[in-house]
C-alpha cells in the first residue's frame, strides 16, 4: 500500500475486498497523471476531443442521459436520531443505509480501477483547510477532483501527519436511477455514493464534504460552511471589499464572481476568489474571515457569453473538461446563447433536432482550474482567508422580492436568510421553476436540521466584535411579459456598490418593513435602459403579495417545531407588526 497511515491502507483494503477492482491507482495528482487520465478517456470514449486549434485541452464527456443533476430525493443525512438531520433532509438509520449500499458495492469494481483521491479542501496548509479521501471507479471523477480540488501528495502527506481524514466512497456502479444513492454519515465523517458520475453527487469533496459534511463540523467547532461565492471589489481609490453571497443553485453565483465591470465603471476591479463554496471563521479580533476550499469551477455553461460573461468565457477556451454541451461542425462545444455557431450534434451525441430540445443540456456545465480565471484573486491561496463586509442572500424571484435590500440588524439577517425562496432550476432534477424555500440557499446542502443551522447563525452576535452587514438581492424580477426588469450580470456591480456604501455608511435608504432599500437615486443607472418607472417596479414591495409570503414564512419557520429559535420567530414578528402598523 502506498501510505504509511494504517487506517487509510486498512480502509483502502477493505474496500477493495469489497468491491473487487483489477487496478488500485493511489493519485499523486501531477499534471503527467492528469494527462494520462485524459489520455485512458479518451481511448474509452468517456472523453471526445473538441477542436483543438480553437479549445486547446478542451475535451467534452457525455454522461448518462439519465445522470445530468444532482438527486435530491436520493440524498440522505444518516445521523442516529432523525431529529437531528431535520426536516430538511432524507434520513435513513445509520445501520440501514450502509448495509444498503455495501450490497450495492459487493463486487462493483470488477475489471474496473479504484482510484485513491486524497484531496485538500482549502489553501494547502491553512488552519481552515480540511483533508479527505475518495475512492472512486471513475476517471472522470479523478480528472475533475484534480481541477477542482487541491489533490495528490501533498494532501497524503498532510493527512499522514495528521491520522485524519473525511472517507467518500463512489461508485458509478451501473447508473441506475433506481440503485442511486448519496449518503452521509456526519457522526462518522465518512460519505457513500452509488450509481451517479455527476457533479455533485459524485464529486465528494464538494456538495457532500465542504457543505454537508462540513456544515455539520462547523456548528459543532463555531465556523460557518456555506454555499456563497467570495468576491473582491476593488474601487478606483484602491479599497477593496470582500463579499461572501449565497445563491441557489443555478442563481448567479459564477457570473457574479467573475462580474467585469460596467463601461462607465473606470477604475473598478472585481476579483475572484470563490464561486460556489465559502468556509468563513471568526479570527482573534472577531473578525469574519473566508476561505474557498475548492480549487477549481464546475459552472453552467448555457448562458455563458462574451457579454454576459467575458471572464467565464475566457476561462474556458481552454483546458477544460465540458459535460453534456453540444458540438458545432467545427467540432467546437456549443450551447445556448453562446453568440455563434451553430449545433450540429446535441448533448446526447445525436444530430440536433430543435424539435428535440435545447443543443446543450440545460444543466451542461464547465470544469476548469481557477488559475484559468483572468479575475482569479492571488488571496484565494492566502491561509488566513479575506475579511467579508457584507453578506448576501438571493434568490431567483419573478415577483415580490426588490432588487435589493439590507436587513436591519444580525438577527434580523438571519431571518432574511432562513426567508429565502427560489425558483427550482436544471442543477438538481425534479420540476423546474417552482418557488420552493431555500434558507441561506442552503436546503440541499445542510448536514444537520434547519432549526440548530439557524440557532448556530444567531449566536455569532455574541461572538463576533464586528459582524458583516445582510443584504438580499433579486436579479430576476419579470414585467408582466416575462421580460426581466433589471439587465443583471455585469451590471450587478451597481448594487454592488450600494451594498458596499452601506456598508461604509456612505448612503441613506429609506425604512421599510422589510428591510432598508435604497432611494431610487442612489441606484446608479446611467447609460442603462432602465426608467425610472421600471427602477420603481424593482424597488417596490407589494404589501398584499407580502403578507402572503410572511404566512408562508410562518408556516415554514413552524414547521421545524421546537428546534426553532424563538429569537428568529421573534424577529418575523417584529416584521409582522411592522406591516401591520
Ligand atoms: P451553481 O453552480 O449551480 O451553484 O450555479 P450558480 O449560482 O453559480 O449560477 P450561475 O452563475 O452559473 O448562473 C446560472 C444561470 O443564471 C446562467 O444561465 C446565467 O446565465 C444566469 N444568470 C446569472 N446571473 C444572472 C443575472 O444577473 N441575470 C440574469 N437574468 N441571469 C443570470
Ligand atoms: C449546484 O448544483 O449547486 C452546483 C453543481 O454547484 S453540483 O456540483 O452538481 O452540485
Ligand atoms: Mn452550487
Not at 263 to 266: G, S
Given at each position: 500500500m502506498n501510505t504509511r497511515l494504517k487506517a487509510l491502507s486498512d480502509w483502502v483494503a477493505e474496500v477493495a475486498k469489497l468491491t473487487q477492482p483489477e487496478r488500485i491507482h493511489w493519485c499523486d495528482g501531477s499534471e503527467s497523471e492528469y494527462q494520462t487520465f485524459v489520455a485512458e478517456m479518451l481511448e474509452s470514449g468517456d472523453l471526445i476531443e473538441l477542436n483543438q486549434d480553437n479549445y486547446p485541452g478542451c475535451y467534452l464527456h457525455r454522461s448518462d442521459p439519465n445522470d445530468v443533476a444532482r438527486v435530491e430525493h436520493l440524498t440522505y443525512v444518516c445521523t442516529s436520531r432523525q431529529e437531528d438531520a431535520g426536516p430538511n433532509n432524507n434520513w435513513m438509520a445509520p445501520a440501514q443505509a450502509k448495509q444498503m449500499m455495501l450490497d450495492f458495492y459487493a463486487g462493483c469494481m470488477k475489471g474496473r480501477t479504484l482510484y485513491v483521491i486524497p484531496y485538500c479542501m482549502g489553501p494547502l496548509g491553512s488552519p481552515f483547510a480540511r483533508y479527505g479521501v475518495e475512492l472512486t471507479d471513475s476517471t472522470y471523477v479523478a480528472a475533475n477532483m484534480y481541477l477542482m480540488t487541491r489533490m495528490g501528495k501533498p494532501a497524503l502527506e498532510h493527512i499522514e501527519q495528521t491520522g485524519s481524514f473525511i472517507k467518500g466512497l463512489h461508485s458509478v456502479g451501473e447508473l441506475d436511477p433506481d440503485r442511486r444513492f448519496i449518503m452521509h454519515f456526519p457522526e462518522e465523517l465518512t460519505i457513500m455514493s452509488y450509481g451517479s458520475g455527476y457533479g455533485g453527487n459524485a464529486l465528494l469533496g464538494k456538495k457532500c464534504h465542504a457543505l454537508r459534511i462540513a456544515s455539520y463540523q462547523a456548528r459543532t467547532e463555531g465556523w460557518l460552511a456555506e454555499h456563497m461565492l467570495i468576491v473582491g471589489i476593488e474601487s478606483p481609490e484602491g479599497e477593496t471589499s470582500y463579499l461572501a453571497c449565497a445563491f441557489p443553485s443555478a442563481c448567479g453565483k459564477t457570473n457574479l464572481a467573475m462580474l467585469i465591470p460596467p463601461?462607465?465603471?473606470?477604475g473598478w476591479k472585481v476579483w475572484t476568489l470563490g464561486d460556489d463554496i465559502a468556509w468563513m471563521h471568526l479570527d482573534d479580533e472577531g473578525q469574519l474571515r473566508a476561505v474557498n476550499p475548492e480549487a477549481g469551477y464546475f459552472g453552467v455553461v448555457p448562458g455563458t457569453n462574451r457579454k454576459t460573461n467575458p471572464n467565464a468565457f475566457d476561462t474556458i477556451t481552454h483546458d477544460t473538461i465540458f459535460t453534456n454541451v453540444a458540438v458545432t461542425a467545427d467540432n467546437d462545444p456549443w450551447w445556448e446563447d453562446k453568440d455563434g455557431g451553430e449545433p450540429v450534434i446535441d448533448w446526447r451525441g445525436?444530430?440536433?433536432?430543435?424539435k428535440k430540445g435545447p443543443a446543450a443540456h440545460p444543466n451542461s456545465r464547465f470544469t476548469v482550474t481557477a488559475k484559468n480565471n483572468p479575475s482569479y484573486s492571488s488571496l484565494a491561496e492566502a491561509p488566513e482567508g479575506v475579511p467579508i463586509s457584507a453578506l448576501v442572500f438571493g434568490g431567483r424571484r419573478r415577483e415580490l422580492a426588490p432588487l435589493v435590500y439590507q436587513a436591519k440588524s444580525w438577527a434580523h439577517g438571519v431571518l432574511v436568510g432562513a426567508s429565502v425562496a427560489s425558483e427550482t432550476t436544471a442543477a438538481a432534477t425534479g420540476k423546474v421553476g417552482v418557488v420552493r424555500r431555500d434558507p441561506m440557499a442552503m436546503k440541499p446542502f445542510c448536514g444537520y436540521n434547519f432549526g440548530d443551522y439557524w440557532q448556530h447563525w444567531l449566536s455569532f452576535e455574541e461572538r463576533a466584535a464586528k459582524l458583516p452587514e445582510i443584504f438580499h438581492v433579486n436579479w430576476f424580477r419579470r414585467d408582466a411579459d416575462g421580460n426581466f426588469l433589471w439587465p443583471g450580470f455585469g451590471e450587478n456591480l451597481r448594487v454592488l456598490k450600494w451594498i458596499i456604501d452601506r456598508c461604509e455608511q456612505r448612503v441613506d435608504a429609506v425604512e421599510q418593513p422589510i428591510g432598508y432599500l435604497p432611494k431610487p437615486a442612489d441606484i446608479d443607472v446611467e447609460g442603462l435602459d432602465v426608467s425610472p418607472d421600471t427602477l420603481a417596479q424593482l424597488l417596490a414591495v407589494d404589501v398584499s403579495q407580502w403578507s402572503e409570503e410572511l404566512a408562508h414564512i410562518d408556516e415554514y419557520l413552524q414547521s421545524f417545531g421546537s428546534r426553532v429559535p424563538e429569537q428568529l420567530l421573534a424577529e418575523h414578528g417584529k416584521v409582522k407588526a411592522a406591516f401591520a402598523d
Open positions: 463601461e462607465h465603471y473606470k445525436r444530430p440536433f433536432d430543435a
